[in-house]
């Protein structure tokens, strides 16, 4: 395990180009596997989740072909099996909840074959019932252990056209059901309570896949093939957040995030910076599209912060950077309160109660509750130790408590920001001054 101290920093200022997007990355390797033909993926995720994904597709058959390999991620061709091409075995999905979830819908219509699906110790603790069932009711052949848990078991069988109306606001079960159609014998539709990211649809319609988005709904008309795709995977904000919450919060700063994904469906962190009283320091100074996927340059300063109350449909737009909001009420004026959040507790850890632990530890005063947490701005944190648990975001959110912190943090168990941002420290130290 590997303990690194971030001390408090007099500013944060620089140039940052964020990683690539996990969750685009995933579905362009996933995607890429399926197509019929040769797919070209430019600046994919180079990190441990991404890496699972990537050996996954070429157990199943898929031809992948490294043309570069540099700072910016891989690029990539991957020469397509097709839609029912898979070959049998047993894969190993890591650390990463999308990989099994989106394996377990694209496996699911297979014509024949079983697979294995399994990964590490924090994976095994993960629920899969929530896309198995959903995905039986379709008529996929699929065991989990103890009825939830990994190593899955999938069956190739006959997935028929249908309608599911999920209870969660959950992408990754979204995008099983809709993974699962591809092969279905007639259209499925899948509803959610509340728009979660919706990558695996724009992504879809750009392998020439019906896709018809109607609200909350979504429905997929099986294809006879999937076209390959070309895609350039813009930066991941989610990743990028975490800079974002560094310069907000030290002094003086002035930090230019560069080419970063500004999906709407994930873009919730951007708007509870400005509830909290942000906005005049947040500037987006560039906008583009590509395959439905906006992206842009965001000019970040330091600001003053107001405690709020976040919850709702903010919730999925904002799910992978809700520890930072911990953070953020460390320095906010009064209270800030975070609910309607219990998927937090089945994350990589229960990121509630790592949060909470966490930030307590270096001095916060902040309580769990069910479904999210309390804090109360008292105008910073002392700072200590913090344990990452086996968690990138966690692992992530001690390095900039650090930073913004009066005595310096040590995080234990940093190592796990491999998972989705593997030169974070260096770019954390360029960023510092
Ligand atoms: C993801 C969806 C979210 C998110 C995860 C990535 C995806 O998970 O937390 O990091 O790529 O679809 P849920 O679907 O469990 O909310």
């Known amino acids: 395990m590997t303990t690194v101290r971030f001390d408090p920093v007099d500013s944060f200022r620089g140039e940052l180009r964020p990683p690539a997007d996990k969750s685009i990355s995933h579905r362009g390797l996933l995607l890429g596997a399926f197509a019929d033909g040769t797919s070209k993926l430019t600046r994919c ?215 970063v994904g500004l999906n709407p469906t994930r873009t919730g962190i951007l708007d509870i910076l400005e509830l909290m009283g942000a906005g005049q320091a947040i500037e987006r100074a560039s906008a583009t599209e590509s395959g439905g996927e906006q992206a842009g340059d965001l000019e970040v300063r330091s600001s003053e912060l107001r405690g709020v109350e976040i919850g709702g449909d903010l919730i999925p737009r904002t799910i992978d950077e809700l520890p930072l909001l911990g953070l953020l009420g460390c320095f906010a004026d009064g209270e800030t309160i975070l609910s309607d959040a219990a998927e937090l507790r089945v994350k990589e850890s229960d990121r509630i109660d790592g949060v909470v632990s966490g930030l307590s530890g270096l001095g916060a005063e902040i309580e769990e509750t069910t479904d999210g947490f309390k804090v109360t701005g008292t105008g910073g944190i002392a700072g200590g130790v913090m344990d990452a648990r086996g968690d990138h975001r966690l692992a992530m959110l001690g390095a900039v408590a650090g930073l913004v912190s009066r005595d310096g943090v040590e995080v234990t168990g940093f190592e796990a920001s491999q998972i989705s941002y593997p030169d974070f420290e260096r770019d954390l130290r360029s960023l510092s001054a």
């Open 45 to 259: 995720l180079d990190a441990a989740d991404t890496r699972s994904t990537l050996d996954a597709i070429e157990s199943l058959g898929a031809e992948v072909t490294i043309r570069e390999e540099g700072p910016d991620g891989l690029d990539l061709e991957i020469s397509g099996f097709g839609l029912t091409g898979a070959a049998a075995g047993r894969i190993d999905v890591g650390n990463s909840g999308t990989l099994i979830r989106l394996l377990m819908g694209l496996l699911s219509g297979q014509p024949a074959g079983e697979w294995v699906l399994e990964g590490d110790s924090s994976i095994a603790e993960r629920p899969m019932d929530r896309a198995a069932d959903p995905l039986i009711e379709l008529g996929a052949t699929i065991a989990c252990k103890d009825g939830s848990y990994p190593p899955v078991t999938v069956t190739g069988s006959r997935i028929e056209g249908g309608r599911v109306d999920l209870h969660l606001a959950s992408a990754q079960v979204k995008s099983a059901i809709l993974l699962a159609g591809l092969n279905a014998a007639g259209p499925v539709r899948v509803s959610e309570p509340a728009l979660s990211r919706n990558h695996t649809e724009l992504m879809l319609s750009g392998c020439g896949v019906e896709v018809v988005c109607d609200g909350l709904a979504t429905t997929v008309s099986p294809p006879s093939q999937l076209s390959p795709l070309d895609l350039s995977v813009p930066g991941d904000i989610s990743s990028a957040a975490f800079a974002i919450v560094a310069a907000i919060l030290a002094p003086q700063s002035a930090l230019l995030v560069e080419g």
